[in-house]
């Protein structure tokens, strides 16, 4: 079975520039949860998606935004680039939201994203 | 504020001896841990879990206790091998109203030396 597929794996882009990132999670998982990984640093929680809808969002500016597409797939973007959008922006899914139940999350291995 | 944070930012130990990954919490209304475990240039990758209502839960090599009382919680990896070399993370799940997503700590880096 295919665990988390993330696309392009690399991407330089330059300030200002506009960045979209890709996401498809493993068959049969409704939730896609999007993670910032600045170097040295921890996960930051950017967005959560299940069946479609955002359902929570971490503490990040309007640029950052996403979507979920009704195969469950997600897409990531990132407006007006800054030098210090640079990290690796992991994506993880789930069979149910983690909302009051327990609920593992299956990463993928990120795509790591250059601002220059 | 709010945060998850370790108390060691890196550990190093022999092979085969046992290793402890500290972790402090501080939201008390959280109710579900996870340590994940995160190698070179992969994603991470989920070790084990815990519920509030546990003190304790064992895997295989690894076990994970909780201190509610003190809101900290450890990662036990018995007889320490290479491939444990890693970064390992604590997450905590907290809730925002109604719905929750897991907050990660900063992480601590494992080297196992031969």
């Known amino acids: 079975e295919a665990g988390v597929t993330q696309s392009p794996t690399h991407l330089i882009k330059t300030r200002g520039q506009q960045a979209t990132l890709r996401c498809s999670p493993i068959?049969?998982?409704?939730?896609v949860y999007w993670y910032q990984q600045a170097l040295g640093l921890g996960l930051q929680f950017l967005l959560w998606y299940d069946e479609g809808e955002e359902r929570n969002r971490g503490n990040f500016p309007p640029r950052f935004s996403g979507r979920q597409f009704p195969n469950y797939s997600s897409e990531l973007n990132v407006n007006a680039l800054e030098l210090e959008d640079s990290a690796l922006y992991l994506c993880?899914?789930?069979?149910?939201?983690?909302?009051?139940?327990?609920?593992?999350?299956?990463f993928g291995e990120g795509s790591r994203l250059t601002v220059l | 504020g709010e945060s998850v944070g370790l108390h060691l930012p890196t550990l190093s130990v022999q092979e085969g001896d046992n290793s402890i990954i500290n972790c402090a919490y501080s939201?008390?209304?959280?109710?579900?841990f996870i340590w994940y475990k995160q190698e070179s240039g992969k994603g991470p990758q989920f070790i084990i879990d815990?519920?509030?209502?546990?003190d304790k839960r064992q895997g295989q090599r690894v076990t994970v206790l909780l201190n509610k009382t003190v809101k900290h919680l450890s990662l036990q990896i018995a007889a320490t091998q290479p491939g444990d070399s890693a970064v390992y993370f604590c997450a905590e799940n907290r809730y925002g109203g109604s719905q929750g997503n897991l907050i990660f700590g900063k992480g601590t880096k494992l080297s196992v030396k031969p």
């Open positions: 939201n008390s209304a959280s109710d579900y």
């Open positions: 815990i519920r509030s209502n546990m």
């Open positions: 068959s049969g998982h409704t939730s």
């Open positions: 993880a899914s789930s069979s149910r939201g983690l909302a009051g139940i327990t609920g593992e999350l299956f």
